[in-house]
């Protein structure tokens, strides 16, 4: 059973601090995403990768960064968390990057946080 | 601007009835459609992929249809069941542009009642 897991499904994190968000794939995929869901905004991607060690900005990477030094992993850096963070963050995992090709995409469970 | 435009924004319907959710694109070039079924406080789960040769593809009950002419794509659903009580959200793919070329519909959020 193909799997995405984030290592939380629920954090609450005080304003200013770091967060580190963890995923985890056991596909083999190159290709993984981090997006960020909110009520009224669906899901607007962050950052993603195509490769260990590479990394491309999504449509709103301000506030984050991402690292990927093996290729099974791809965590999501808040640097110093603030309130217009909290959100469901949601990870991606895929064969094909850029729109994923025609192959299927998996997407953890997400990750609820809230910062306080 | 590439844009997902979504169909009710919110439905409820008893158990056992059919219902069918909208789904209207402006993405060009179109690449592929994907409908996702999201359970609250999970991950968007895929229900099917179509491309541009494909009308119609179905998942058990899940039946979606694609219009590549009029940009159109509809989901519909038989029998339907307390499970499937989830948020429904079209994804259409570019071949090009965009930093992962997907653009997000914003889901249809159905309610389905005993």
């Known amino acids: 059973d193909v799997k995405v897991t984030q290592s939380s499904r629920y954090l609450v994190k005080r304003t200013g601090e770091k967060v580190f968000l963890e995923c985890v794939q056991d596909?083999?995929?190159?290709?993984m995403f981090w997006y960020r869901q909110d009520p009224g905004l669906g899901l607007r991607l962050i950052y993603f990768s195509y490769d260990v060690k590479m990394k491309e900005k999504g449509d709103i990477p301000e506030g984050y960064s991402v690292s990927r030094e093996k290729k099974e992993r791809f965590s999501l850096i808040l640097e110093s968390a603030s309130t217009n963070q909290t959100s469901m963050y949601l990870c991606?995992?895929?064969?094909?990057?850029?729109?994923?090709?025609?192959?299927?995409?998996?997407f953890g469970q997400g990750t609820r946080l809230t910062v306080v | 601007k590439n844009q997902v435009e979504q169909s009710p924004q919110s439905l409820i319907i008893l158990e056992g009835k059919n219902c069918t959710l909208q789904?209207?694109?402006?993405?060009?070039?179109?690449?592929?459609l994907r409908w996702y079924k999201q359970d609250t406080g999970r991950g968007p789960v895929s229900l099917t992929i179509?491309?541009?040769?494909?009308n119609t593809k179905s998942n058990g009950r899940y039946t979606a249809t694609l219009d590549a002419d009029t940009k159109q794509s509809s989901l519909h659903i038989t029998a339907s069941q307390l499970s499937d009580s989830a948020s429904y959200i079209c994804v259409v793919a570019n071949s090009g542009g965009g930093a992962d070329g997907l653009t997000f519909g914003k889901g249809t959020h159905l309610i389905i009642q005993p």
């Open positions: 179509m491309t541009f040769s494909e």
């Open positions: 991606a995992s895929s064969l094909i990057g850029r729109g994923f090709g025609n192959t299927e995409a998996f």
């Open positions: 596909m083999d995929h190159e290709n």
């Open positions: 789904c209207n694109y402006t993405v060009s070039p179109f690449s592929n």
